[in-house]
């Protein structure tokens, strides 16, 4: 069993940067991460992901060159580093875990999820 505590979110100005953290229970080492985010009335969209084995990263088109994902093993956290960040990025963000591989972009693929943590951004 994996808890997941996301941490890092707030409120900034359009351009401006945050940095998310996602601090985990167990050894993440082996689990693939990712980030979702989901804004009122919309589905829970896909983000950011970073595999177990070769910490391989996938990007939604959306944040593609703005967002960077991260992780720390030996402190079992993973990082999602935003930047030139838009008031379509308001959202609340939730960091999920998944062991073994099934995929990254499909929410359904993650076994363990945050509480997630709100990021909004001003115009």
């Known amino acids: 069993q994996v808890q997941l505590v996301e941490s890092g979110g707030g409120l900034v100005q359009a351009g401006g940067s945050l940095r998310l953290s996602c601090a985990a229970s167990?050894?993440?080492?082996?689990?693939?991460m990712g980030w979702f985010r989901q804004s009122p009335g919309k589905e829970r969209e896909f983000v950011t992901a970073i595999s177990g084995s070769d910490s391989s990263t996938y990007y939604a088109d959306s944040v593609k060159g703005r967002f960077t994902i991260s992780r720390d093993n030996a402190k079992n956290t993973v990082y999602l580093q935003m930047n030139s960040l838009k008031p379509e990025d308001t959202a609340v963000y939730y960091c999920?875990?998944?062991?073994?591989?099934?995929?990254?972009?499909?929410?359904?693929?993650?076994?363990?999820w945050g509480q997630g943590t709100q990021v909004t951004v001003s115009s």
């Open positions: 167990g050894t993440l080492s082996i689990y693939t």
């Open positions: 999920a875990a998944t062991w073994p591989w099934r995929g990254y972009r499909n929410p359904s693929s993650f076994n363990y």
